[in-house]
Each structure stands twice: as C-alpha cells, then as structure tokens.
C-alpha cells in the first residue's frame, strides 16, 4: 500500500510538471512569436543609397551597420554606420563580413557581379532590390525593401512621392540642361540619355541637351558647343572639387554655350538629385524651381 502511495505520488507530481511546463512553454512561444513580429531586429549592410533611405524611413535605421559612399541620407547614418566606400570598386567582401550583418541589401544598377557572387557564398541573407529610375520604380523600389523587412504598412511613403512631384510646375520653355559630373578638373563626364539625371531633369521640365549617346562619356568642348544648354547642373561635390563656379566657367568649351555665357549654373546634392529614392518628388521640385529662377 505504501509503495503505491508514493508510486500515485510520483505520477501526480510528473503528471502536474508537465502541464506547468507545457503551459510554460505555449505562453513563452506566443510572446516570442509576437515580439518578433513586431520587433525583429536586423543587423544591415546597405549598399545603394536609395535603399539606405527607404530603410531608414521605416524606422530601421538604428539596424544599419554598413552602407556604401552613396548613403548620404539620412546624415545620421554616416555617424552609426560603417562606410565601406565605393560598390564598383571600393567595398570588398571582407569589409562587409567584418561587420557580421544578418541582412544585405544592394541595388542591381551598381553591384558588381564578383562581389554579388562572394556575398551570396557567404551565406548571409541578400536582396539585390531591382532600380527603376522612374516614379513607379521608386514606389516598387519602396515596396521591395519594405516587404524584405517585414512591413506592410508603406504607402503613406509611396503617396508622398506622388503628392510631392504634384508640386512640379510647368515652365514656359524647356530649357537644355547639361549634366556636368566632376571629380576635379581632370575627371569631367557628362550625361548622356537613360541615366537618374537625365530622368529627373525630364521630370522637373527641363530636357537633357545631350542625347547623342547614352550613359555618361568624357566631356569634350566639341560636345559643350554642340549641346550648347542653357544651363549647366552639377552636384554640389562636383562644384566644390573645382574651387566654386568660377571653376566650372573655367572648363574649356562653358565660355561658348549659352549657359557659360549667363553663368547659368545649379547645383544640387548629388543623393537627392540622383537617387530616386523616397526624396524623388523633393529633388524633381527643387530642380523644377531652380530651373524656372534661371530663366528669368
């Protein structure tokens, strides 16, 4: 009898652990499943500006641990984040794997396909995010890193896009832009059709004065004469590497056009100009009121 008190004993209390544990354990595996659907945290190397824009305005900015020479915006995230220089030929792979991230994010308009390769063998996760430099491209652009993080909430981001370029205003004229990319007096390039600037020139009523050629090529002062614009854009980098506007007067060729001879020029930072990112509608605004001061 006393052996089958202590064996009744026994099952009561093994019986009574397992229900505590599996009460335990159902309670403790719906409170993780919550939290992390609510506050999953990532540790992110983002390599294209635009992406560090559309992250960081969903509020995971705290998580960025990396970006590339083209996340200026937001300028916090230059303090937090590691610069791991250039794409095309500046970021290495093991820069990035010194910084242990759990998500990598890249744009498929600037990655070159050795490092996409050495990224994908290493194992972490990696979303090359498809680039239209267009509206709708923005806005897809938007949804692919929301949908990568785990948002569902990002149109009010989409709609301020749209509102945004709604402020563009027709200009009288379309005056001919002539994109300038400088690197000092020895690195000027200019744009041609099908790059970001030709697109946003377009969008803020302005049209491109070079179109025989795509992509950016060497300027020349042949070309200057020949696409003669009425202004001359450049980003504010560009500007500053040749010593203020009076070296952009100096470039052979800007004192024959029509924008060197009314020292028309404009300058913009170059993320916002080029990077068809979240701020699309503020830079083509911004262009579209700087092109219509200088056509007074």
Known sequence: MKKLNTFLALTFVLLATVSCK?????ETTE????????TTAFKIVSLNG???EVVAALGHEAEIVG????????????????????VAHGVSIESIMA??????LASDTDLTPDLSEKIKASGVKFEIIKQEFTPDGTKKLIADVANVLGHKDFKALQDKVDTDLKAVKPLAAAPKVLF????????LMVSGTGTPVDKIIALAGGKNAITEFADFKPLTPEALIKGNPDVILMFDSGVESLSGAAGVLKIPGVDKTNAGKNKKIITMDGGLLSGFGP????AATQLNSKLAENAK
């Not at 910084?99 to 990598?104: D, E, G, S, Y």
């Not at 300038?180 to 007096?185: D, E, K, L, M, N």
């Not at 701020?279 to 503020?282: D, F, K, P």
């Open 67 to 86: 970006v590339d020479v083209t996340s200026t915006y937001p300028e916090s995230v230059k303090k937090t984040a590691k610069d791991l220089g250039h």
């Open 180 to 187: 300038i990319y400088a690197r000092g007096a020895n690195m």
């Open 50 to 52: 635009a992406v560090t």
């Open 279 to 282: 701020r699309l509608g503020e």
């Open 22 to 26: 599996k009460d335990v354990v159902t």
């Open 31 to 38: 409170t993780t499943t919550d939290t992390v659907a609510k």
């Open 99 to 104: 910084l242990q991230p759990t998500l990598i």
